[in-house]
């Protein structure tokens, strides 16, 4: 199965966010990893309200409460391990989550060929 490095491990501290691009059926999706309660996770940069980004491109995810991912927009709190939406205008709903896996000190994206993060390009061969 295809995997592409996102991040360092070293890089990835607990509730921060690393964003990244991906291409998925020819179309570029912006997406996010991040570290919440020693777990890393990812999910695509949209909000189930309406499909803007989430952190209104400053990189900003985490509600004042340390414990909620934040839609900057709408207020939307989802939960940052499961993605649910726990409260907000799609309450109930989920972001899209990808699958990743952290090993070799690095977070990795699997079953993509190529991503795009803070414009350089990494492929895996």
Sequence with gaps: MPAVRIVG???????????????????????????????????????????????YDDNRFY????????CQTHGALYEPLTGKC???????????ALRVEEREGAVWLLNVDRIQTQAKESAED
């Design 63 to 70: 509600a004042p409460d340390d414990r909620h991912i934040v």
């Design 86 to 96: 726990v409260r907000g205008p799609c309450e109930g709903a989920s972001l899209h």
């Design 9 to 55: 491990s070293d890089q990835l501290q607990e509730r921060s966010a690393f964003k990244f691009q991906f291409m998925r059926e020819g179309l570029r999706i912006e997406a996010f990893v991040t570290r919440f309660q020693g777990r890393v996770v990812a999910f695509e940069n949209l909000c189930r309200h309406i499909p803007i980004t989430i952190d």
